[in-house]
Nanobody
Framework: QVHVVESGGGLVQAGGSLRLSCAAS????????MGWFRQAPGKEREFVAA????????YYADSVKARFTISRDNAKNTVYLQMNSLKAEDTAVYYC???????????????WGQGTQVTVSS
């Protein structure tokens, strides 16, 4: 089992940057693919980015490609989401999730954090 905790959210102006972190428990962190998802009020949870356990496999949603970067440090049991050129439409609660296989589908992830709020003012 994996326990994940997100941090790094906040309020930022459009065009600004934030870096989210997701700290995970357990000795087998490198065996888990990690995903970032987000959910805006009144909308469904949507895929943002995912990274394989080794870090070699990376996927992004089209809406964030070239602006966001996902990375992981297996020695620190942490995955990051660097968000640049933020837009008002990036405003959402951002969730970190873990699973044994990389996927863009939230229903395939077994372990979820509580989320961190990102608000981008225009």
């Amino acid at each position: 089992q994996v326990h994940v905790v997100e941090s790094g959210g906040g309020l930022v102006q459009a065009g600004g940057s934030l870096r989210l972190s997701c700290a995970a428990s357990g000795r087998t962190f490198s065996r888990y693919a990690m995903g970032w998802f987000r959910q805006a009020p009144g909308k469904e949870r949507e895929f943002v980015a995912a990274i394989s356990g080794s870090g070699l496999g990376i996927y992004y949603a089209d809406s964030v490609k070239a602006r966001f970067t996902i990375s992981r440090d297996n020695a620190k049991n942490t995955v990051y989401l660097q968000m640049n050129s933020l837009k008002a439409e990036d405003t959402a609660v951002y969730y970190c999730a873990a699973d044994s296989r990389i996927s863009s589908r939230p229903e395939e992830y077994d372990y979820w954090g509580q989320g961190t709020q990102v608000t981008v003012s225009s």
